[in-house]
């Protein structure tokens, strides 16, 4: 009975997901997801400005819990995956639905970070693999990579101006994507007002630049010698 049962539930759920709603919810879901991660590692990053014990302490304490911190890659890996398939089957049921384009109308109508979301995706996904290959695996770093020690791994990495330059761009890219995800997430789940929209589009602007900024003044703090003079 119980068989049936869940028989039943994935059934249901995986006809909830061909819809056009079922796969915006997934991207919403995902996207919280992704944003909390965002949240946290801009936070665990911007411990470089306390100095490289502080930043070096906290990559030991991330590491000494193994489990938790494979759960959570685990975790990201699925929600960027879910992220990604269900923005693409979403653009195709858009597409499907209205075969001829409206190219002067959606121009005016659409935000350029909204235009750009579709290429911006898989650009950040790919600077997020160069990211790990780089700072957390050392396959891609700078030949002074040392496990656990984040400090001089970020240094070294962001005083090649091509890595840094790299990461500038995406962080605006990322800018961008975060600035148009977070506020059409609450459209797609059906908080939408002429009073209210206007407010969480500032707002997501906002969180977006922030969050650029923080993430941005990491290189530029490396290349101008205000972090990691001493290394």
């Known amino acids: 009975m119980s068989s049936v049962a869940a028989d039943s539930h994935v059934h249901r759920a995986f006809h909830f997901y061909q819809e056009s709603l079922g796969k915006k919810v997934v991207m919403a879901a995902t996207g919280v997801v992704l944003f909390g991660y965002l949240v946290a590692h801009l936070l ?32 990201l890996l699925i929600s960027i995956v879910g992220h990604i398939v269900s923005s693409i089957q979403l653009a195709r ?28 995706g898989p650009i950040i996904a790919f600077f997020v693999i160069f990211h790990i290959l780089d700072l957390t695996t050392g396959a891609a770093g700078a030949a002074q990579f040392q496990d656990l020690r984040a400090y001089e791994n970020l240094v070294y990495s962001f005083r090649r101006v091509p890595v840094a330059a790299f990461y500038i761009v995406a962080m605006v890219l990322l800018c961008m994507h975060l600035y148009h995800g977070l506020w059409s997430m609450f ?4 908080v939408s007002h002429p009073r209210y929209t206007p407010i969480i589009k500032r707002a997501a602007a906002w969180v977006a630049i922030l969050m650029a900024v923080g993430f941005i003044s990491i290189p530029i703090s490396v290349l101008t010698g205000l972090v990691g003079a001493n290394l």
């Open 187 to 190: 459209q797609s789940m059906g």
């Open 93 to 120: 049921l858009k597409s499907a639905a209205r075969p001829v384009s409206y190219v002067k109308k959606e121009a005016i109508a659409s935000s350029y970070a909204s235009r750009t979301m579709m290429w911006s």
């Open 44 to 75: 665990g990053n911007m411990q470089v400005y306390l100095g490289a014990e502080q930043m070096d302490n906290y990559a030991a304490f991330l590491h000494s819990m193994p489990a938790l911190l494979w759960g959570v890659r685990a975790l």
